[in-house]
Nanobody
Framework: QVQLAEFGGGLVQAGGSLRLFCAASGRTFTTNAMGWFRQAPGKEREFVAAIRWSGHNTYYSDSVTGRFTISGDNTKNMVFLQMNGLKPEDTAVYYC????????????????????WGQGTQVTVSS
């Protein structure tokens, strides 16, 4: 059964904004971190943003720093991604993911550490 699901994708013009959100379903679980990844056609899946609940530390890829903001509520296993100043190169399927175990170090951008994944939501930025 799907335990994470993303919503909020769509078509937007360059310079516009979208707000994605991800919510859990099914069995109750705890997460150490939640994050967003994206994959464009013919491209590798890449890290976008993550939040570690301890201290609510946030992390971003260089390509989205200053434009995207991740936030959430760990008690609800919910995470948002505010996307401003969208560019055509942001076009991709965006996936929400949750890291369930405890990991030391900078694991937030390592997709292998995320055990749960949503189905993805399409974001298309027109030029």
């Amino acid at each position: 059964q799907v335990q994470l699901a993303e919503f909020g994708g769509g078509l937007v013009q360059a310079g516009g904004s979208l707000r994605l959100f991800c919510a859990a379903s099914g069995r109750t679980f705890t997460t150490n971190a939640m994050g967003w990844f994206r994959q464009a056609p013919g491209k590798e899946r890449e890290f976008v943003a993550a939040i570690r609940w301890s201290g609510h530390n946030t992390y971003y890829s260089d390509s989205v720093t200053g434009r995207f903001t991740i936030s959430g509520d760990n008690t609800k296993n919910m995470v948002f991604l505010q996307m401003n100043g969208l560019k055509p190169e942001d076009t991709a399927v965006y996936y929400c993911a949750a890291a369930l175990g405890y990991y030391s170090g900078n694991y937030h951008a390592n997709e292998d550490r995320y055990a749960l994944w949503g189905q993805g939501t399409q974001v298309t930025v027109s030029s």
